[in-house]
Antibody, heavy 123, light 108 residues
């Protein structure tokens, strides 16, 4: 079954770090970039960045530069998002999403999404 | 970055009616790389349209997309009960990719 399955909800204190995993299955892992999109309560979707699982090259939105690390493990077909120095405004549902891939090109729109991981930042 | 605005913010319609949703970009979207997603409460977004007008796999033909440059439209020809949701546009022609604020389609 083609799917992305994310890790469970997290509760973190301000200043801490959080890691969210996203396990891919049912498709050729290395063909599709995996991206991270978050959604604060009642807010729009916000793009954070993406990673090429084949080689680990990443591209992050400038807003998150220095706080976000994305990694991939091809042996377990899992992608990870780490966000550091958490503040209350980081409270959101974090989604991983797969790039559409066609004719050797990975496009920047998302045809498969994980179920979402709620990260709550609170003291 | 490219800022997307969507209108209206909320659309109240009855099943069977036609819905017309607008997405406007602050600058031209490269190669009309514009996608639309549907998000139901408590669910992840679902891809409907890419490249401004191409339907994603499995999407019913009552959904159609149009537009170019800075102005794009999503049309739902005859609303079904399952279509009442929030719809987001996204541009992926220029990094960083950005999303609009969404249009909520309510049952009237």
């Amino acid at each position: 079954q083609v799917q992305l399955v994310q890790s469970g909800a997290e509760l973190k204190r301000p200043g801490a770090s959080v890691s969210v995993s996203c396990k891919a299955s049912g498709y050729i892992f290395n063909n599709h970039y995996v991206h991270w999109v978050r959604q604060a309560p009642g807010q729009r979707l916000e793009y954070m960045g993406g990673i090429n699982p084949d080689g680990g090259r990443t591209a992050n939105a400038q807003k998150f530069q220095g706080r976000v690390t994305m990694t991939s493990d091809t042996s377990s077909t899992t992608v990870y998002l780490e966000l550091t120095s958490l503040i209350s405004e980081d409270t959101a549902v974090y989604y991983c999403a797969r790039s559409f891939f066609s004719a050797g090109v990975s496009f920047g729109f998302f045809d498969l999404w994980g179920q979402g991981t709620l990260v709550t930042v609170s003291s | 970055e490219i800022v997307l605005t969507q209108s209206p913010g909320t659309l109240s319609l009855s099943p069977g009616e036609r819905a017309t949703l607008s997405c406007r970009a602050s600058q031209s979207v490269s190669s009309n790389f514009l996608a639309w997603y549907q998000q139901r409460p408590g669910q992840a977004p679902r891809l409907l349209i890419f490249g401004a007008s191409s339907r994603a796999t499995g999407i019913p033909d009552r959904f159609s997309g149009s537009g170019s440059g800075t102005d794009f439209t999503l049309t739902i020809r005859r609303l079904e009960p399952e279509d009442f949701a929030v719809y987001y546009c996204q541009q992926y022609g220029t990094s960083p990719f950005t999303f609009g604020p969404g249009t909520k389609v309510n049952i009237k």
